[in-house]
C-alpha cells in the first residue's frame, strides 16, 4: 500500500512540476508576440517529453542524488515513508505557488523537503556539507551566471545586428478606435451601451506591439531566421528542463524495486506533460509579460543562454534550477535593455526565499504524521 501511495504522490509532484515549469522555457516565444499561447505550450510539452525520454540514458547520477544517497543512511533511503514525505512536501510547494503564478523551483522544494524529513529522521546525522556543496551552491549560482551571462550575450549580439546592418522596425497602429458612451433621449432617460467609432494612427511602445527586424543576413531574412532559432531555443530550453528535472522526481522512486527506472521515467513524463497542458498558463504569464517585454531577439538570447547552462549542469549531475536560470537569463536581458520590472523581480526573489522552508515544514509534518500511523498500526 505504502508503495502505491508513493507513486500516486510522484505522479502528483511531477503533474505539479509540469504545471510550475514546462511554459518556462517557451515564455519569451509568447512574450515576445513569436507566437500565440497554445502553440507555445504544445511546443513545450512535446520538447520536455523529449527531454524526459533521454534523461533514461543521460541523467542517472541526478536519479542517485535525488534519491537522498549520501545524505542520510543507506536503510532509510529504502523506506517508502520517507520518499513519501519528500514528494509530498515539494508537491504542495509547487503546486500551491502554481496557483498564485509564482515561478517557483522544484529543485529547491525537493532540497528542502529532503532536509525537512532528513532532519526529523536522523537529527544532526544529516549530511550538511554534501547538502550544501551538491545541491545549494548550484541553485544560489546558477541564477546570478545566467543574469551576468545572458547580459553580456545580449550586447555581443546587439552589436553583430548593427555591424550586419540588421535594423528594429518602428511600430505603428493603424484602424478604429471603439468608445462607450453615454447617450440621452431626453432629460430624464440615460441609454448606455451606444458606441462611436473612430479612425486613429498611433505609434506604440514595445508593451503594445510586435517589434520585428528589417535586413538580410546571408541571403536570408533576418526575421526568419531569427524565428526559427527562437524557436529552436526554446525547443533546447524545455529539452534541457525535461533531461535535468526528471530524474530528480524518479529519484524518489528507486525504494521501488519492482519499478524499472524507464517505467518511472515514462510515468513521470507523462503526468509532467499533463500538469503543463492544464495548469500553466498563470505562470506562463508571469514569466512572459511581466519580468520585462522582450522581442524575438532578446527572447532567443534569453532562452540559449538558458539552455546552455541547464544541458551542460545536466550532463555533469548538477543540480541546477530551470526556473533560477531562465528568470535569471530574463532579468539579465531588462537589465541590459532597462527595462526589467523590479517589484515583479522582488516579489519571485521572495518565492525563492520561502519555497525551501515551506518545503521542509510540509516534508517534515508528512514524515512525522507517517511515523506516528505506522505506531498506531503496530499498536
Not at 513524463?269 to 504569464?285: E, R, W
Not at 515551506?358 to 507517517?370: D, N, P
Request: charged letters at 15%.
Amino acid at each position: 500500500m505504502m508503495l502505491v501511495v508513493l507513486f500516486i504522490v510522484a505522479c502528483f509532484l511531477a503533474y505539479s512540476n509540469g504545471a510550475n515549469d514546462n511554459f518556462k522555457g517557451v515564455a519569451t516565444l509568447f512574450g515576445s508576440g513569436t507566437t500565440n499561447y497554445r502553440k507555445a505550450i504544445i511546443w513545450a510539452t512535446v520538447t520536455t517529453a523529449s527531454g524526459s525520454i533521454a534523461a533514461i540514458f543521460f541523467a542517472g547520477k541526478l536519479v542517485k542524488n535525488f534519491s537522498g544517497k549520501g545524505l542520510v543512511p543507506d536503510a532509510l533511503i529504502q523506506t517508502p515513508e520517507f520518499a513519501i514525505s519528500i514528494a509530498m512536501g515539494a508537491a504542495i510547494t509547487v503546486f500551491s505557488a502554481t496557483k498564485i503564478g509564482m515561478p517557483i523551483s522544484t529543485t529547491h522544494s525537493l532540497v528542502g523537503a529532503l532536509f525537512g524529513s532528513g532532519l526529523v529522521a536522523v537529527g544532526t546525522s544529516f549530511d550538511f556539507e554534501k547538502l550544501g556543496s551538491t545541491f545549494l551552491i548550484p541553485l544560489i549560482v546558477s541564477p546570478l551566471m545566467a543574469a551576468i551571462v545572458s547580459y553580456f550575450a545580449y550586447l555581443l549580439f546587439r552589436k553583430l545586428r548593427v555591424l550586419a546592418g540588421i535594423t528594429r522596425e518602428t511600430c505603428v497602429c493603424v484602424g478604429n478606435e471603439y468608445k462607450p458612451v453615454l447617450r440621452t433621449d431626453n432629460a430624464e432617460e440615460f441609454v448606455v451601451g451606444h458606441l462611436e467609432t473612430e479612425k486613429h494612427i498611433v505609434v506604440a511602445n514595445e508593451r503594445q506591439c510586435i517589434e520585428r527586424y528589417k535586413g538580410d543576413f546571408i541571403g536570408i531574412n533576418s526575421q526568419k531566421m531569427l524565428d526559427f532559432a527562437h524557436y529552436s531555443s526554446a525547443g533546447i530550453v524545455s529539452f534541457a528542463r525535461g533531461l535535468n528535472d526528471t530524474p530528480k522526481i524518479v529519484g524518489l522512486l528507486v525504494v521501488i524495486n519492482s519499478l524499472d527506472v524507464e517505467w518511472g521515467m515514462i510515468s513521470v513524463a507523462l503526468a509532467m506533460a499533463i500538469g503543463g497542458l492544464l495548469n500553466a498558463k498563470k505562470v506562463g504569464q508571469m514569466m512572459s509579460k511581466k519580468i520585462t517585454p522582450m522581442n524575438s531577439g532578446q527572447g532567443f538570447t534569453a532562452n540559449l543562454v538558458t539552455g546552455l547552462l541547464v544541458t551542460t549542469a545536466s550532463i555533469h549531475g548538477m543540480p541546477v534550477s530551470t526556473t533560477h536560470v531562465s528568470v535569471g537569463s530574463i532579468f539579465g536581458i531588462g537589465t541590459a535593455t532597462k527595462k526589467s520590472d523590479l517589484k515583479v523581480i522582488r516579489n519571485i526573489l521572495m518565492s525563492w526565499l520561502l519555497t525551501l522552508p515551506l518545503a521542509a515544514i510540509c516534508s517534515a509534518f508528512v514524515y512525522w504524521s507517517l511515523l506516528a500511523i505506522s505506531k498506531i498500526i503496530q499498536a
